[in-house]
Every structure is written in C-alpha cells, then in structure tokens.
C-alpha cells in the first residue's frame, strides 16, 4: 500500500512532467509563429492561415497544462492534508 509521502512525490513529479510539456508546448508555438511571420511575408496565405490556426490549438494545449498543473497542486494540498488528518 503506498503511503501519503509516495502520493505526494508521485504527484510532484507529475507537475514537473507537466510543467517541462508545457515549456515545450510554448517552444512549438514559438516555433509556428515564426513559421506564421514567414509564411506571411511570402505571401502564402493559405499555408499562413493552416500555421495560424496550429499556433491557436498549441496555446490552447498551453492552456490546459497550465490548467493541469493548478489542479496537481490542489491534489497535492489534499494529499498533504491528508497526511496532517
């Protein structure tokens, strides 16, 4: 049976997970916002609008990780108030 200290950890490196998915998530939308600016000034439109629509699902994703980690330190404030019950 695991013990609260083990939830605990185990929650700990799921935000770092988390956290380091995010800052790659943030490197890819800086990626296809440069990819964007190019395309633009080529004049591709159509390739210009497919990169701005990626650009808004990955900070949508960004998003979501930032939404994940608020909700993994909630689980772990319940963990650590377990842990004083």
Do not use: H, P
Not at 64 to 85: H, W, Y
Request: charged share 25%; net charge negative.
């Amino acid at each position: 049976m695991a013990s609260v200290d083990e939830v605990i950890a185990s929650i700990n490196a799921n935000t770092d997970a988390v956290t380091e998915l995010q800052a790659r998530i943030e490197a890819s939308k800086a990626s296809a916002e440069e990819t964007f600016g190019q395309a633009q000034s080529l004049g591709v439109e159509r390739a210009a609008a497919a990169v701005a629509a990626c650009k808004d699902q990955l900070e949508e994703a960004s998003a979501m990780t930032a939404a994940l980690v608020n909700k993994l330190g909630e689980a772990r404030s319940a963990a650590e108030a377990a842990k004083q019950a």
